[in-house]
């Protein structure tokens, strides 16, 4: 870089653009928060309102309409409980969980935490939404190698697509 703050790059001058250190006021200034009054933004709310519809919507369909969620029979008859789980983990890792997890950093709901206290709660929302994640894809299985007769597990493209997500 010369002293004028240009770099050559194939021949081209370009002015140069220093990075933004990462401060709490490179945050506030990002727009993830309101440098006025340090409150989370109204997209952070709408995030946080879609996982949570997710989640109610399928909890309703779940409770309402394919009897709710339990463990498989001993006899392997009807595994449609346990794997009623499957849905309700999967959207809770990933609909809440981990949008919560990326908010909880970018968007938090105190905005008097400190850049550690942001971290810490990212960091530990994240491994409980990997631990839903891993256990809605076990209830998947089990449900599956229970049934009589079993049902063969990683069979359609949701099941590959599923994988590479986890």
């Given at each position: 870089?010369?002293?004028?703050?240009?770099?050559?790059?194939?021949g081209k001058k370009l002015r140069a653009r220093r990075a933004m250190p990462l401060t709490d006021d490179a945050?506030?200034?990002?727009?993830?928060?309101?440098?006025?009054?340090?409150?989370?933004?109204?997209?952070?709310?709408?995030?946080?309102?879609?996982?949570?519809?997710?989640?109610?919507?399928?909890?309703?369909?779940?409770?309402?309409?394919?009897?709710?969620?339990?463990?498989?029979a001993p006899d392997g008859s009807s595994t449609d409980q346990l794997f009623n789980w499957h849905p309700?983990?999967?959207?809770?890792?990933?609909?809440?969980?981990?949008?919560?997890?990326?908010?909880?950093?970018?968007?938090?709901?105190?905005?008097?935490?400190?850049?550690?206290?942001?971290?810490?709660?990212?960091?530990?929302?994240?491994?409980?939404?990997?631990?839903?994640?891993?256990?809605?894809?076990?209830?998947?299985?089990?449900?599956?190698?229970?049934?009589?007769?079993?049902?063969?597990?990683?069979?359609?493209?949701?099941?590959?697509?599923?994988?590479?997500?986890?």
């Open positions: 870089m010369s002293s004028d703050g240009h770099v050559l790059i194939l945050f506030t200034a990002t727009g993830a928060r309101s440098a006025a009054t340090g409150s989370t933004s109204w997209l952070g709310f709408a995030a946080r309102g879609c996982g949570l519809a997710s989640l109610l919507i399928v909890s309703i369909w779940i409770h309402g309409y394919l009897g709710g969620v339990g463990l498989a309700i983990l999967m959207i809770t890792a990933f609909a809440v969980l981990m949008t919560e997890a990326v908010l909880a950093y970018k968007a938090p709901w105190q905005s008097s935490f400190s850049r550690p206290q942001r971290k810490k709660i990212h960091w530990i929302v994240h491994s409980t939404a990997l631990f839903c994640g891993l256990f809605g894809v076990l209830a998947a299985y089990k449900s599956h190698t229970l049934k009589v007769p079993p049902i063969p597990n990683f069979y359609s493209p949701h099941s590959f697509i599923g994988s590479a997500a986890i």
